[in-house]
Protein backbone atom coordinates (compact mmCIF):
# COMPACT_ATOMS: atom_id res chain seq x y z
CA UNK A 1 0.00 0.00 0.00
CA UNK A 2 1.36 3.40 -0.84
CA UNK A 3 0.79 5.90 1.73
CA UNK A 4 0.23 8.79 -0.86
CA UNK A 5 -2.86 6.42 -1.74
CA UNK A 6 -4.50 6.45 2.01
CA UNK A 7 -3.63 10.26 2.49
CA UNK A 8 -6.45 10.96 -0.05
CA UNK A 9 -9.23 9.15 2.25
CA UNK A 10 -7.81 9.78 5.29
CA UNK A 11 -9.89 12.29 6.50
CA UNK A 12 -13.37 10.84 5.42
CA UNK A 13 -15.67 8.50 7.16
CA UNK A 14 -17.17 7.50 3.42
CA UNK A 15 -16.12 7.45 0.45
CA UNK A 16 -17.40 6.97 -3.31
CA UNK A 17 -15.58 4.82 -5.97
CA UNK A 18 -17.02 4.50 -10.14
CA UNK A 19 -15.75 0.48 -10.26
CA UNK A 20 -17.98 -1.67 -11.39
CA UNK A 21 -18.33 -5.46 -11.39
CA UNK A 22 -17.74 -5.70 -15.36
CA UNK A 23 -14.59 -4.02 -15.43
CA UNK A 24 -12.51 -6.85 -14.41
CA UNK A 25 -12.99 -10.62 -13.08
CA UNK A 26 -11.36 -9.44 -9.80
CA UNK A 27 -14.45 -6.84 -9.68
CA UNK A 28 -17.03 -9.77 -10.24
CA UNK A 29 -18.58 -9.77 -7.16
CA UNK A 30 -17.80 -6.13 -6.04
CA UNK A 31 -20.43 -5.06 -3.23
CA UNK A 32 -22.10 -1.63 -2.96
CA UNK A 33 -21.54 -0.82 0.15
CA UNK A 34 -17.63 -2.37 1.78
CA UNK A 35 -16.39 -2.10 5.31
CA UNK A 36 -13.03 -0.68 5.56
CA UNK A 37 -12.51 -0.81 9.00
CA UNK A 38 -14.50 1.87 10.70
CA UNK A 39 -15.53 3.88 6.99
CA UNK A 40 -17.74 2.52 4.50
CA UNK A 41 -16.50 2.40 0.67
CA UNK A 42 -19.33 3.03 -2.00
CA UNK A 43 -19.22 1.71 -5.17
CA UNK A 44 -23.09 2.70 -6.17
CA UNK A 45 -22.50 1.98 -9.99
CA UNK A 46 -21.31 -1.65 -9.06
CA UNK A 47 -23.98 -3.06 -10.71
CA UNK A 48 -23.76 -1.57 -13.94
CA UNK A 49 -23.19 -2.81 -17.29
CA UNK A 50 -21.06 -1.42 -20.18
CA UNK A 51 -25.08 -0.80 -21.74
CA UNK A 52 -25.91 0.92 -18.68
CA UNK A 53 -22.84 3.24 -19.12
CA UNK A 54 -23.41 3.85 -22.11
CA UNK A 55 -27.45 4.65 -21.84
CA UNK A 56 -26.42 7.05 -19.40
CA UNK A 57 -23.60 9.03 -21.20
CA UNK A 58 -26.28 9.36 -23.82
CA UNK A 59 -29.12 10.11 -21.76
CA UNK A 60 -27.04 12.76 -19.99
CA UNK A 61 -25.32 14.21 -23.00
CA UNK A 62 -21.63 12.92 -21.21
CA UNK A 63 -18.83 12.65 -23.56
CA UNK A 64 -16.77 10.51 -23.69
CA UNK A 65 -12.81 10.95 -21.57
CA UNK A 66 -10.46 12.27 -24.59
CA UNK A 67 -7.97 10.65 -23.74
CA UNK A 68 -9.58 6.91 -24.60
CA UNK A 69 -8.94 8.60 -28.11
CA UNK A 70 -5.19 8.43 -27.17
CA UNK A 71 -5.26 4.64 -26.31
CA UNK A 72 -6.20 5.25 -22.35
CA UNK A 73 -8.99 2.76 -21.76
CA UNK A 74 -8.55 2.84 -17.73
CA UNK A 75 -7.47 6.18 -16.59
CA UNK A 76 -5.87 6.21 -13.54
CA UNK A 77 -3.08 8.64 -11.68
CA UNK A 78 -0.22 10.06 -13.94
CA UNK A 79 2.89 7.90 -13.41
CA UNK A 80 0.42 4.19 -13.13
CA UNK A 81 -1.52 4.77 -16.52
CA UNK A 82 -0.31 4.56 -20.07
CA UNK A 83 -2.21 3.58 -23.53
CA UNK A 84 -3.77 -0.36 -23.94
CA UNK A 85 -1.46 -1.64 -26.59
CA UNK A 86 -3.14 -3.99 -29.41
CA UNK A 87 -4.26 -7.37 -28.16
CA UNK A 88 -3.98 -6.03 -24.51
CA UNK A 89 -6.96 -5.81 -22.06
CA UNK A 90 -8.74 -2.76 -21.37
CA UNK A 91 -7.03 -2.48 -18.21
CA UNK A 92 -3.83 -3.25 -19.50
CA UNK A 93 -2.21 -0.07 -19.44
CA UNK A 94 -2.46 -0.20 -15.79
CA UNK A 95 0.47 -0.24 -13.08
CA UNK A 96 2.85 -1.68 -16.21
CA UNK A 97 5.45 -3.94 -14.82
CA UNK A 98 3.83 -4.21 -11.32
CA UNK A 99 1.33 -7.09 -9.70
CA UNK A 100 -1.21 -5.07 -8.67
CA UNK A 101 -4.45 -4.58 -10.09
CA UNK A 102 -6.21 -2.03 -8.12
CA UNK A 103 -5.06 1.47 -6.84
CA UNK A 104 -4.46 1.86 -3.21
CA UNK A 105 -7.89 3.14 -1.87
CA UNK A 106 -9.10 0.19 -3.25
CA UNK A 107 -7.25 -2.60 -1.56
CA UNK A 108 -7.60 -4.76 1.27
CA UNK A 109 -4.75 -3.40 3.21
CA UNK A 110 -6.07 0.55 3.21
CA UNK A 111 -7.01 0.29 6.97
CA UNK A 112 -3.57 -0.91 7.71
CA UNK A 113 -2.31 2.42 5.71
CA UNK A 114 -4.65 4.75 7.15
CA UNK A 115 -3.55 3.79 10.80
CA UNK A 116 0.32 4.08 10.55
CA UNK A 117 -0.11 7.64 8.89
CA UNK A 118 -2.36 9.15 11.67
Request: glycine letters at 10%.
Amino acid sequence: MCIKDSRGVAPFRAWFTGRKRFQAATRATLPVFEAVGPRIRINPLAHWTTADQAEYMRAHRLRENPLVAYGYLSIGCFPCTKPVQPGEDARGGRWEGKTKTECGIHLAGLEASLSSTS
